[in-house]
């Protein structure tokens, strides 16, 4: 009993000091913390969002190509550049060049890989057979 008494007395002092301790340490951790903790900290607890109900409208008289910084004239500028590009020019022949190219690539390559040689039927069987414990396979199989 009396031992019982210490324990129920001893342990919950032990416990009040060992966190009076933390929490001193996690509060000046807390304290020295550096500038972007306070901005973090907000951000895990979802702080500082605009809420969805606030989502501003569009002004009626606003165009998406209003907000391009492109004008007209430098617009036209590139699409000239574009269509003076050799590489922009349509082929009347594509498949055949196409066929081609890949022709000169697959020259590049070295000879193909000759024809696998797999095992013969009776080497597959030999190597079924040695897996073939019955004190295993005789539950498996059903009649």
């Known amino acids: 009993m009396k031992n019982t008494a210490i324990l129920l007395c001893g342990v919950p002092l032990l416990l009040a000091t060992a966190c009076t301790s933390s929490f001193s340490k996690v509060r000046s951790a807390i304290n020295d913390a550096p500038d972007w903790y306070a901005a973090r900290r907000t951000e895990i607890r979802g702080e500082g969002y605009p809420s ?3 989502i501003p409208t569009i002004d009626a008289s606003w165009t998406p190509g209003a907000a391009l910084s492109v004008s007209a004239v430098d617009l036209a500028s590139l699409q000239a550049a574009f269509d003076s590009d050799p590489r922009a020019q349509v082929s009347l022949n594509g498949a055949a060049e196409i066929a081609a190219i890949a022709a000169e690539i697959r020259a590049s390559f070295g000879p193909p890989l000759p024809e696998a040689d797999f095992l013969t039927e009776t080497e597959i069987a030999a190597i079924r057979a040695s897996f073939n414990v ?8 059903t009649p």
């Open 134 to 141: 019955p004190r295993v396979t005789e539950g498996l199989m």
């Open 52 to 54: 969805v109900a606030e």
